[in-house]
């Protein structure tokens, strides 16, 4: 049980509907200081309209925020002044130069950092006087990453942040946060990428249909899953029989999309009787790999779905 | 404050660097006096008309050349027949005909002419009845003193169309500064992600006025400057009635740009229906003509929009016409108002999110 | 070719599911002839212009043979009464409030002069009666004696010009009048006054019908000024384009769809213009000759051309838009589509002669029969060719049809 002062962020009961749609419909979690926090979901979760809840976008129809251990109905603009904000999608103006949209986000707030050290702390330092509009769609991001951390905040928000970018720009974005946590801050994270989940956070909650589904840390989440392990190959042609055969060695079977999954706990075992089928029936276990669950699967057993559409 | 300023700094400068917005700003009205000032003066002016004149041989003409040299300042030219006459007319050579066959009075006219020809008309009747009298010996009785009652600085035409294109620049400009700069700016996403910041909406609101009164204003002053020299207009300019109009109206259309805005759905739309309802106006507010010649349904919507009243204050403002000081400041309070009932709103619309 | 047509249909489709362009091409013409028609189509005409005037006889000696200053007076009135029902009077006079004195009367009608609210204040002096049979005895005025009456006007109302000049007109008819009722002028020996009409076969032309090839023509200008770049620059920019030359689709064949496409659009704007004239305004002319025709065609074939040459010299739609918008108002107004082109300063005629709109306007209207030669016909030919001739090599050189990857 943690201490009160050690929350950075506790939420209670928070509702939001629109008309008949439930979009948020009663969420509580709690987040630690210096922690990064993940919501995962499915498109249509309600994870958006939770953050822009928490960004002060929107207002809540019900529910309680706790931040800076300030109890609110809605995020004021006091509390905007130690937070920072990285919106999955948003631009900006094409005719100024970097550090003049540096310089702009950072007369909102009563304290901000020098613009020099905004830009070093994203790399950009080299594109100080470029317009924005010159950007590439990496440099933008981390442009607006560094608006996002003009004002020093505690707190974090980073929708998608590495959305679009390529592997390179993304370990780049991943170290970033990890240095923000180390620091001291607290990040709040939304993502597809599965990886990401599991690299960067320290709690995760994954929410659907409005509501939370299961909250923990990674490990948490996927121990729920017991002593798996996952046995996973391609295949072009598998029959009913074939399924219901190989859930029979270990504990679940299932096929999905050209991907055979089978979760057991006896992995000699049932190793064994693959190999022998495998032989039997002349089907190859291309690709196969063995692996310990993770977040994808943990979603997929709670939902259903996979994390990405 | 330190908002505001920063928000005055970006807002200025984004426009000073977008030069296909800023040649627009400045350019658009110039471009208006230019052609319409000339292309409509035409009309109705027979100052200089051009009449083409044949008398056969062996008519009388003497009496006939006094009444049309003293019917007004028109040039002259003599034809040897009709044919030459008429050819003449249609290549425009000349603007209406005479003949005279010492019976009747021929006039001719080409037909395409339609714009002109009404007021060349008016001329070849003021000829006939003059002659009329003259021919017996006689000349007119009843005569006329014209007086002028009202401002002495007015004589040219376009002395009463500059104030119209004025304000014709004032309401696009206040129009489009929200149903053009600030819908785009909400479609393009640039507001996001300052809203998610502590900035004030008031802060960008006061920026971008601040911004677009002081276009406005250089805007206005060179269109009238250009008039001045180029045109070789006077003005008698009020500085202080003009100055308080022009940041009041372009306050008020910027509130009528929200109500705009506030009305259609997609960003994007608004700037359409402003471009739309500001080119409606522009036909029907009396800029160009007078609105007694329109039929009188339309006259009566030229009284409900605000660029009628606009021009009319202008006008006045630059010295062209008289008007209480009662109606001066009545049109004035009531773009004011307009302005302070929907800027508030604005305020609003700028932070609003849409639903993702 | 069935790829030709699709490509056409989809140009079509296009148009007008955009609401914008909807708008500007084919209610923004309509909408253009009817303003214009219904503000310009009765100038000078009774019943549909109206005027507020004011009328003070000051004569208080009507004891002659003649009371000169009433009948002045009445004829006054009666232009304050609707010739036609429903239709305005001429004039709306104000007249005294009951027992007030005339001079009051007066300077109250001055300041509602200064101030715009009249067109003009007649005034009919103190021994008007005397005087104007001593002139008409003398057979007129002689031209350094004051006028008989005053009229106030306001040189800085327009109307306050036009209801002058008509005034003036109604004055002379009432002099010769009284001059034939004092036996001073001879009715018998009148001189008649007859009008001919040169250009159309003899009989004047309504407005709408000058109007009408104008306004044909500014929807097609429109469609090619804006419409054309802004497909192909907006399709370019959004790398739809780029689809179509993965397929086997050639760029001549593309070319072939939009013409196609555009052409079509023309002809239903044609159409609608066309009809609203017809039905609503009562138009005369029809399109039905060669000439014509092939100025139409002619016209919608080089505003397409145009649309290539700026597409070409545009970097990006925006830019495309930008420079639309500033051609625009020149060339459509200086070319002589809805006002006469006379009486402009240098500056302006060098725009007029370079525009090609200048020529299809003029040979479109000679070809209908509604105007004189102005410009000789092969040059109302030559020019918009030439004109096309440029634009296709500009745009063949220039017009990139994919973004820079």
């Known amino acids: 049980m943690e201490e009160e002062n050690e929350l950075m962020m506790r939420v209670t009961g928070l509702k939001k509907y629109y008309g008949e749609v439930h979009a948020v419909d009663g969420i509580s979690f709690a987040i630690p200081r210096a922690s990064v926090f993940t919501i995962l979901g499915p498109n249509g979760a ?62 909102f707030f009563k304290k901000a950092l020098p613009t020099e050290e905004v830009l070093t702390r994203v790399a950009l330092q080299e594109k100080t006087n470029a317009y924005v509009k010159t950007l590439s769609g990496g440099q933008l991001q981390r442009l607006a990453v560094g608006v996002a951390l003009v004002n020093d905040p505690d707190l974090i928000f980073l929708d998608e942040p590495t959305t679009g970018l390529d592997p390179q720009a993304r370990r780049n974005m991943w170290s970033i946060i990890t240095d923000l946590r180390d620091q001291g801050k607290t990040i709040i994270l939304t993502t597809h990428y599965m990886e990401e989940a599991e690299a960067l956070s320290d709690r995760v909650c994954i929410m659907d249909y409005g ?99 | 404050m330190r908002a505001f300023q920063a928000l005055l700094h970006t807002e200025y400068t984004v426009f000073l660097r977008d030069k296909a917005s800023l040649t627009f700003t400045f350019l658009f009205p110039l471009i208006f006096i230019l052609i319409f000032g000339f292309l409509m003066r035409g009309m109705g002016d027979v100052e200089d008309a051009r009449l083409g004149l044949f008398v056969p ?18 040039s002259v030219t003599r034809y040897d027949d009709q044919p030459s006459l008429q050819a003449a007319l249609e290549k425009r050579t000349i603007d209406f005909g005479l003949i005279w066959d010492g019976t009747k009075l021929l006039f001719l006219y080409d037909s395409s002419r339609v ?187 030229s009284k409900a929009l605000p660029l009628t009243y606009m021009a009319e204050a202008l006008r006045y403002a630059t010295g062209v016409i008289d008007m209480t000081e009662t109606r001066f400041w009545g049109i004035t309070v009531a773009m004011f108002a307009l302005a302070v009932v929907l800027l508030p709103l604005l305020a609003r619309y700028v932070v609003s999110a849409d639903r993702r | 070719m069935k790829g030709i047509l699709r490509i056409a249909a989809g140009h079509l489709f296009t148009a007008f599911r955009e609401r914008v362009t909807l708008f500007w091409f084919l209610i923004f013409p309509l909408f253009l002839l009817t303003i214009l028609t219904l503000i310009f189509g009765n100038m000078g005409q009774e019943g549909e212009i109206s005027f507020a ?55 109250r009608e001055k300041e509602a002069l200064r101030l715009g609210h009249r067109a003009a204040v007649i005034v009919i002096p103190e021994g008007f009666n005397q005087e104007l049979l001593e002139r008409m005895m003398r057979s007129g005025s002689s031209p350094s004696e004051n006028g008989a009456f005053t009229i106030y006007i306001n040189e800085g109302n327009a109307a306050s010009e036009m209801a002058t000049s008509i005034i003036e007109q109604i004055l002379s008819g009432i002099d010769r009048q009284f001059l034939a009722h004092v036996g001073r ?75 196609l496409g555009h052409l079509t659009l023309c002809l239903i704007q044609f159409a609608l213009i066309f009809m609203l004239a017809r039905f609503a305004f009562r138009a005369t002319i029809t399109f039905a000759e060669p000439m014509p025709i092939l100025f139409l065609l002619l016209g919608a074939i080089t505003f397409l051309t145009f649309g290539f040459f700026i597409a070409s010299v545009a970097k990006t739609a925006n830019a495309g838009m930008a420079i639309a918008n500033i051609l625009n108002m020149p060339m459509m107004f200086l ?32 070809s209908l029969g509604i105007q004189g030669e102005t410009f000789s016909i092969p040059l109302t030919l030559a020019v918009p060719v030439g004109w096309i001739a440029f634009c296709i090599f500009v745009a063949s050189k220039r017009l990139s049809w994919d973004v820079k990857r």
């Open chain 2, 115 to 301: 714009q002109e020809n009404y007021a060349f008309e008016e001329v070849a009747t003021g000829i006939t009845a003059d002659f009329n009298l003259a021919h017996q010996g006689l000349s007119p009785a009843l005569t006329v003193e014209k007086i002028h009652v009202g401002r002495e600085a007015a004589t040219d035409w376009f002395n009463l169309v500059v104030p119209g294109i004025l304000a014709f620049s004032i309401l696009s400009a206040g129009l489009f500064a929200v149903s053009g700069h600030i819908t785009a700016m909400k479609e393009r996403k640039l507001l996001d992600r300052m809203i998610v910041t502590p900035m004030r909406p008031i802060a960008l609101l006061a920026a971008i006025i601040c911004v677009r009164l002081a276009v406005v204003y250089i805007s206005t002053l060179i269109t009238l400057f250009i008039a001045m020299t180029v045109l070789k207009l006077t003005f008698a300019v009020d500085w202080f009635r003009y100055t308080v109009f022009v940041a009041t109206s372009t306050l008020g259309m910027m509130g009528f740009g929200t109500l705009i805005a506030l009305l259609v759905r997609k960003p994007s739309s608004a700037s359409n229906i402003a471009h739309i309802l500001s080119i409606v106006m522009m036909f029907l507010a009396g800029i160009y003509f007078p609105i007694e010649i329109m039929p009188s349904y339309l006259r009566t919507l």
């Open chain 3, 185 to 259: 002028f001879q009715e018998e020996e009148a001189i008649p006054s007859e009008t001919l009409w040169v250009g159309s076969g003899g009989e004047e032309l309504s407005y709408v019908d000058f109007l009408l090839p104008g306004v044909i023509l500014m929807g097609f200008f429109v469609n090619g000024l804006f419409g054309v770049p802004g497909s192909i620059l907006f399709a370019r920019d959004r790398r739809v384009l780029r689809r179509y030359w993965v397929t086997p689709l050639t760029v001549p064949r593309y070319l072939a769809g939009f013409s």
């Open chain 3, 53 to 107: 005037i004011s009328v003070v006889n000051l004569e208080s000696n009507t004891a002659g043979p003649v009371d000169f200053a009433a009948i002045v007076e009445g004829v006054f009135e009666e232009t304050g009464t609707a010739s036609e029902e429903g239709k305005e009077p001429l004039f709306t006079l104000t007249h005294p409030s009951d027992g007030e004195d005339l001079e009051e009367f007066l300077a």
């Open chain 1, 211 to 309: 509501t939370i589904i299961a909250k923990g840390s990674p490990r948490e989440l996927t121990s729920r899953l017991g002593q798996e392990t996952i046995i996973e190959f391609n295949t072009s042609s598998l029959e009913t029989e074939d399924l219901t055969q190989l859930e029979s060695y270990g504990k679940t079977a299932r096929e999905d999309g050209g991907i055979v999954t089978v979760e057991t706990e006896n992995l000699v075992h049932t190793m064994e009787q693959m190999l022998a089928w495998s032989r039997e029936r002349e089907i190859p276990l291309t690709n196969m790999t063995v692996r310990q669950p993770n977040l994808e699967d943990v979603f997929l057993l709670l939902t259903g779905r996979r994390l990405r559409e």
């Open chain 2, 57 to 74: 041989a062996g008519v009388e003409s003497k009496i006939l050349e006094r009444t049309v040299s003293s019917a007004g300042s028109m």
């Open chain 3, 335 to 366: 070319g002589g589509l809805f006002f006469p082109i006379g009486g402009l300063p240098t500056f302006l005629k060098v725009i007029v002669y370079a525009n090609p709109v200048t020529y299809l306007a003029e040979g479109l209207r000679m």
């Open chain 1, 46 to 107: 309600g994870k958006t309209t939770t953050l822009e809840i928490l960004e002060g976008v929107r207002g809540p129809d019900a529910g309680e925020i706790e931040v800076f251990g300030i109890r609110l109905k809605r995020v004021t603009r006091a509390v905007k002044e130690r937070m920072g904000v990285l919106l999955q999608d948003g631009n900006f103006e094409p005719y100024l130069k970097v550090k003049e949209v540096v310089r702009l986000f950072a007369s």
